[in-house]
């Protein structure tokens, strides 16, 4: 059962990282390779907005902490398995498959911006350059600096096509909490 009025779950740094994070990871995605400095920027952007993330993970708010959401292997497979037979009751935060996507997305990103960064290191700018990063091999590096940035793109279509799966499946609108920070909790909550 769960409780009419919404209550916060998402604190406005999460939200505001959330968002944030779209708008530039997709900035630097569109503008690869025509608008370097401005590409370069929104990555830099990127990899600041992650190392906050994984710092708001440690000692944000309740529900933004990594030890309120993060699940084992065995309880995300119980989770599928009864989202799959339709027996999965709302929750408050994050579900187990959720936990898993912003673990795999925040890995993504950490990958995609220092093989960025390495990239940028060729060119001897940035943090890497003069370092041993800077002789890396740059054919290899653009291949997977593309192939993680693509890589990101899919698991966020997997990502809203898991948010539009459970918001159906709960009959809760979880773009909209993303925005309000409001969700309904479970009255055993």
Wanted: proline content about 5%; overall charge neutral; some cysteine.
């Amino acid at each position: 059962m769960r409780v009419i009025n919404p209550t916060v779950t998402w604190d406005p740094l999460v939200r505001l990282f959330h968002w944030s994070l779209v708008v530039f990871f997709f900035l630097a995605y569109i503008l690869e390779g025509d608008w370097l400095s401005l590409h370069t920027h929104a990555g830099y952007t990127v990899a600041l907005l992650v190392m906050f993330r994984l710092v708001w993970g440690a000692i944000g708010s309740k529900h933004a902490q990594f030890r309120d959401f993060v699940a084992s292997p065995h309880s995300v497979i119980s989770y599928l398995q009864q989202l799959a037979s339709g027996e999965t009751p709302p929750r408050r935060g994050h579900d187990p498959a959720g936990a898993v996507m912003i673990l795999a997305l925040l890995l993504c990103l950490t990958l995609v911006t220092l093989s960025g960064m390495s990239l940028y290191a060729l060119e001897g700018s940035g943090p890497l350059a003069g370092t041993s990063v800077s002789r890396w091999p740059g054919p290899l590096l653009e291949q997977v600096h593309g192939f993680l940035a693509d890589l990101t793109v899919v698991l966020v279509g997997l990502h809203v096509l898991g948010v539009l799966v459970i918001s159906w499946r709960h009959r809760e609108n979880l773009i909209k909490a993303m925005f309000t920070g409001g969700k309904p909790a479970a009255h055993d909550e």
